[in-house]
């Protein structure tokens, strides 16, 4: 059974940015890149870098601690094609960004 939760107003998250939230237990990074918005773990696997406050070009992100690099549309590594970040269903509602955890 999925568990929807608000993370955040539309307006919290302007286009081309991120936002570190709580979502349950979890720790999530959203990001707004063309009109659409994405989530991620916010926890960067390789050193528990905040992925949330990383750089954002485009849909790519960058972990501000070392480097390591996301597609924040699909969670999957620039450079490791069998690495892949956990990734979550993210709705707007009325104003409102809601995250899908399984």
Same mark, same amino acid.
């Given at each position: 059974?999925?568990?929807?939760?608000?993370?955040?107003?539309?307006?919290?998250?302007?286009?081309?940015?991120?936002?570190?939230?709580?979502?349950?237990?979890?720790?999530?990074?959203?990001?707004?890149?063309?009109?659409?918005?994405?989530?991620?773990?916010?926890?960067? #696997?390789?050193?528990?870098?905040?992925?949330?406050?990383?750089?954002? /070009?485009?849909?790519?992100?960058?972990?501000?601690?070392?480097?390591? /690099?996301?597609?924040?549309?699909?969670? /999957?590594?620039?450079?490791?094609?069998?690495?892949?970040?956990?990734?979550? #269903?993210?709705?707007?509602?009325?104003?409102?960004?809601?995250?899908?955890?399984?």
């Amino acid at each position: 059974m999925s568990n929807r939760i608000r993370v955040a107003a539309v307006a919290d998250i302007p286009p081309g940015t991120a936002k570190e939230v709580f979502a349950g237990e979890r720790i999530l990074a959203v990001y707004h890149v063309d009109g659409k918005f994405y989530a991620l773990d916010g926890i960067c #696997p390789h050193a528990g870098g905040p992925l949330g406050e990383g750089t954002l /070009q485009g849909n790519i992100v960058t972990c501000p601690w070392h480097g390591w /690099q996301f597609d924040v549309t699909s969670g /999957q590594h620039c450079l490791n094609d069998h690495l892949k970040h956990p990734c979550f #269903p993210v709705t707007v509602d009325g104003g409102e960004v809601f995250v899908e955890l399984g």
